[in-house]
């Protein structure tokens, strides 16, 4: 089997034997299929592969793809930068939010959720040494943070998100996921409940997952790789 539901296939064994080797239940572990710049084709054929949740980065691409997917069995999460401009389209269209990091923000989407979808879950954006963008709080910002997401009543506080800068090696990618694991274990032990860790993407999931990831996120594995669709694009392919 080739293309998404090949690519599928081998994601999932990555994850199960980086399961295996830490000593992890499997199915502890979530798998994101982070759709961005794909369109609703390919979130139909991965569908079709048994696939349940996809990640979207971009509001208004996701809210258009979300509409022609039209398959209330698909759990939508939001990864990308957020606006406030565009809090409420994702308030009304989303399962998930990992990427908040600011109470503005969090207050907005809280507000804005339709109290016929329940609370949103959402995780905090940390900003882990070296994180390849600037977005995210910092560890010191985080548990007064974490105090106030947790008592808006349009969300749930589920747990922390990082996006390390890129490194070699699997000791090296380790690093900034035990940092975000360890970040967990202080909110729990100040009282404050947070059962999620999103992180690692293609090329670190691995390491991810030997410090406790929970859901990896992961785009170019299952979907192909963005820059070669973005040139056929460009050509009109
Ligand atoms: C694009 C993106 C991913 C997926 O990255 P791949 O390297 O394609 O697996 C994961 N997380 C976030 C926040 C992203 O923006």
Redesign the pocket.
């Known amino acids: 089997m080739g293309g998404i539901g090949g690519n599928l296939q081998a994601v999932r064994a990555r994850m199960a034997a980086a399961a295996l080797a830490a000593g992890r239940d499997p199915s502890s572990i979530g798998l994101l299929a ?1 759709s ?1 710049t794909f369109g609703a084709e390919a979130v139909i054929a991965a569908r079709a592969e048994g696939q349940r949740a996809f ?1 979207e ?1 971009y509001v208004q691409e996701a809210v258009d793809k979300i509409a022609q997917v039209a398959d209330p069995g698909i759990e939508w999460h939001f ?2 930068p957020l606006q406030s401009n565009k809090t409420r389209a994702v308030a009304e269209h989303f399962d998930w939010v ?2 908040v990091s600011s109470l503005k923000i969090a207050r907005r989407l809280s507000d804005q959720r339709p109290a016929n979808r329940g609370p949103l879950s959402v995780c905090l954006q940390v900003n882990v040494s070296g994180e390849a963008t600037k977005a995210g709080i910092s560890e010191a910002e985080l548990p007064a943070l974490a105090r106030e997401v947790a008592s808006l009543p349009g969300l749930r506080l589920r747990g922390l998100m990082c ?1 390390p800068a890129p490194a070699e090696g699997f000791d090296a990618r380790r690093v900034p996921f035990a940092e975000l694991a360890r970040m967990q274990q202080r909110l729990l032990a100040a009282g404050i409940a947070v059962d999620t860790l999103s992180m690692g ?3 670190d999931l691995e390491a991810a997952i030997a410090e406790g990831a929970t859901w990896v ?5 299952i979907f192909g790789d ?1 820059t070669a669709r973005a040139k056929v694009d460009a050509a009109g392919g």
């Open positions: 982070v961005k990640g980065s990864i990308g990992h990427s996006i993407m293609s090329d996120r992961v785009g170019a594995a963005r």
